[in-house]
């Protein structure tokens, strides 16, 4: 060997171990880094013409387990959503409070009973009735602060959805920077394990926002998509966008996230339909997203459902009875309802005018059966009965109107025992809201009571915009609905001749309910949205959503602005507590001061069966008021809990992964100081080398 060998072989050993001495000192300086992976130094002989001439570094290796570093990204997306969802339902259980608390959902419910109870052992007492008043008041502002909350919730998750977007768009574009870095290093032998180890940073915060595979293409390089296969990153990094409302509301439209390509050159996004939606299965965007679009939209709908319950069973018992003295006037909702319409009624109602004593003044008993067949023919029918100079019948604009002729006399509408008036379910007085006891911003119910032969009513041209969405909120279709034909069976057979019609079957119930039922084709669970609407009919100005109270935002403001009418609320002496006695004859007392029946009848309700249509994911259920409070509670509670257990569960199997994850690649201080001990050896080893190699040049210096 020559002294030029020697020198050549001990340089190489110095720069070698120096680097290998380098990356000890990486390792152990990141020995608390989370995520850090230890980095081994590879060695190899150079060989010239078959000869050894020195030593070099054939690569700097991060020290992992590919199987589970996929795992532990696989648990860390899974840990990410859980634990989102986890806090937004621990919001939620925060804001119902205890159930043995007053101010809670329940405790409000058994407020407004046990006013109730208190009023009805004395109905004269103006005090006891504005008890009652402010107790129902109260459940109303209660549970239309939940349906708020629950709305600002979805705004809030909207704004984390547009923050995570952001974020996914910097650390793809990170990664996307230290790709080409990180693949020359490789290429040119040199030391990318500090790249590679910042990329790697970026790709664990990026597997807790959303799902994603990763794929090697060679020299280090990698390539990012979904689960579901949408591409992230590629030839070219995906840009992705997304633009939150700024106020939310039951019918507020989200845009959704979409994936765009950017311009090579004007560096513009190009215009995409490409979703990113539906196509999540787990991370924090997946989350939030379920959050918004699922779980707290059925919570709404489920608080709607109490409160249309609530204050449909109210104004049930309320309609049935009457103030003492009876009001002056009562008048209803708007129905959408005009004269030329069928009544549609069956049974029998009377239709009274009495005195400031409560004596009969006049009276009619309308058989419905017994009239002709329209609105029209009802209104004319009392009239005639009561005569004009004592009280009248008319509806104007969708809204009817019962009145008393004379200041000091008042009007109410009783139902015929044994052969009570309905339509849709409901009574006469019940049906057009005569004498309700609270409103809401939409009506409790829609049971229209009409039949597909109806002449529907809407102007011709009028245009709605209808889309069905899955339960992530892709559109499966859409229709513009164009107003034609004449009757309620022709809409029907316009919206299941559409594109809908794939997907849902419209129908009405036999209570003139609009029902869409899902087809085969829907997959399951389907929703209807209203993007526009600007039909009318006649002179009501109620459009045909909001007639027979389509999509989800009529489910969900039924528990908003929930309260007790203006008319009851400003005088509690127009509660109706008494029941108007059909045997009186003129002249003779029908309204009895201190009668308590309708008090009675109100504390009835707490133990009265009512039916609450499916909302979310409670059932179609025949209970009572506090038990399907009870029931709401309950799911609300079980959500909690296990979004509380499957946050525990991927957490305990994040941890586990992780903790594998570093056995294998976590840095061993005892393992890194025997190693420095070893190239610190080598080192010198190869600096008395280099010193020898001097020595004989010096010596043979000497000599010559």
């Known amino acids: 060997m020559s002294i030029n060998s020697i020198i050549n072989n001990s340089l190489t050993g110095l720069f070698t171990n120096q680097s290998a001495l380098r990356t000890i000192s990486s390792n152990i300086a990141n020995i608390n880094t989370p995520g850090y992976a230890r980095q081994v130094v590879q060695q190899e002989s150079i060989v010239n013409g078959g000869e050894v001439g020195g030593v070099k570094i054939s690569g700097v290796l991060r020290i992992v387990d590919k199987f589970l570093v996929k795992s532990v990204y696989n648990a860390n997306a899974d840990t990410a959503q859980y634990n989102i969802e986890n806090a937004f339902h621990s919001r939620i259980q ?9 101010n809670s959902l329940s405790g409000r419910i058994d407020g ?53 977007v952001e974020r996914i768009n910097t650390l793809t574009k990170q990664i996307e920077g230290l790709n080409p870095l990180i693949t020359k290093e490789t290429l040119t032998n040199g030391e990318p394990g500090a790249l590679i180890e910042k990329r790697a940073q970026a790709l664990t915060e990026l597997s807790s926002i959303i799902d994603m595979n990763i794929v090697d293409t060679g020299n280090n390089g990698i390539q990012i998509a979904t689960k579901s296969g949408i591409t992230l990153l590629g030839a070219s990094r995906s840009v992705l966008q997304y633009s939150p409302p700024g106020v939310v509301s039951s019918s507020t439209p989200f845009s959704s996230i979409t994936v765009h390509q950017t311009d090579s050159i004007s560096g513009a996004l190009r215009p995409s339909n490409l979703r990113l939606d539906s196509g999540l299965s787990s991370g924090e965007l997946k989350g939030l997203l379920t959050l918004r679009d699922q779980d707290l939209p059925e919570i709404a709908m489920q608080l ?36 030329s319409d069928s009544h549609h009624f069956t049974g029998e109602a009377v239709f009274a005018v009495t005195d400031a004593n409560g ?30 100079i004592n009280g009248t019948l008319n509806l104007f604009n969708g809204v009817l109107n019962f009145s008393a002729t004379t200041g000091t006399h008042g009007v109410s509408i009783s139902q015929v025992s044994g052969n009570e008036s309905s339509r849709g379910g409901r009574g006469f007085s019940h049906f057009f809201g005569m004498n309700n006891l609270v409103e809401a911003k939409v009506p409790s119910h829609f049971d229209t009571g009409v039949a597909a032969a109806d002449a529907h009513g809407f102007a011709l041209g009028g245009l709605m915009q209808l889309e069905v969405n899955d339960i992530n909120g892709e559109t499966l ?24 019609g794939l997907f849902v079957t419209f129908s009405f119930s036999s209570t003139g309910e609009l029902i869409a039922t899902p087809t085969g084709a829907a997959g399951g669970t389907v929703k209807l949205h209203v993007k526009a609407d600007s039909t009318s009919r006649g002179a009501t100005n109620i459009s045909l959503s909001s007639f027979f109270g389509i999509g989800e935002t009529y489910k969900m403001d039924a528990a908003t602005d929930l309260k007790v009418r203006k008319v009851i609320n400003d005088n509690a002496n127009n509660l109706a507590l008494a029941q108007f006695d059909q ?33 979310g994911d409670l059932g179609e259920v025949s209970v009572t008021l506090a038990q399907y409070s009870a029931n709401l509670l309950a799911n609300l509670g079980l959500r909690s809990a296990l979004a509380k257990s499957n946050m525990e569960d991927s957490q305990a199997l994040s941890e586990e992964l992780n903790r594998k994850s570093t056995d294998i690649s976590g840095v061993n201080l005892d393992e890194e100081l025997g190693n420095m001990v070893i190239f610190q050896n080598a080192y010198s080893a190869s600096a008395r080398l280099l010193n020898t190699a001097k020595e004989m040049f010096d010596d043979i210096l000497q000599i010559l």
Do not use: C, W
């Open 94 to 102: 925060s804001l119902l409070g205890r159930p043995d608390q007053n």
């Open 112 to 164: 407004v009973f046990n006013a109730i109870s208190e009023m009805a052992l004395n109905p004269l007492s103006t005090i006891l009735k504005e008890g009652t008043i402010s107790k129902i008041n109260q459940f109303g502002e209660e549970i239309g602060t939940l349906v708020d909350q629950i709305q600002n919730m979805r705004m809030d998750a909207s704004n984390q959805i547009a923050e995570k």
């Open 304 to 339: 709607g459902s109490l409160a249309a319950g609530f204050a449909d069973a109210l104004n049930e018992i309320h309609n049935l009875n009457t103030a003492v003295p009876a009001p002056n006037s009562l008048t209803g909702i708007n129905t959408g309802l005009s004269v």
């Open 359 to 388: 004596d009969l003044v006049s009276k009619v008993n309308i058989d419905f059966g017994a009239i002709g067949p329209t609105i029209g023919d009802v209104i004319t029918a009392v009239n005639a009965g009561l005569n004009p």
């Open 477 to 500: 279709a859409s229709y513009g609905l164009t107003i034609g034909g004449a009757s309620f069976g022709d809409i029907l057979n316009d919206l299941n001749a559409s594109s809908l």
């Open 583 to 615: 045997t009186a004859i003129v002249g003779g007392n029908a309204l009895s001061v201190g009668d308590q029946t309708g008090a009675l009848a109100l504390q009835g309700l707490a133990s009265q069966i009512h039916k609450f249509s499916k909302a």
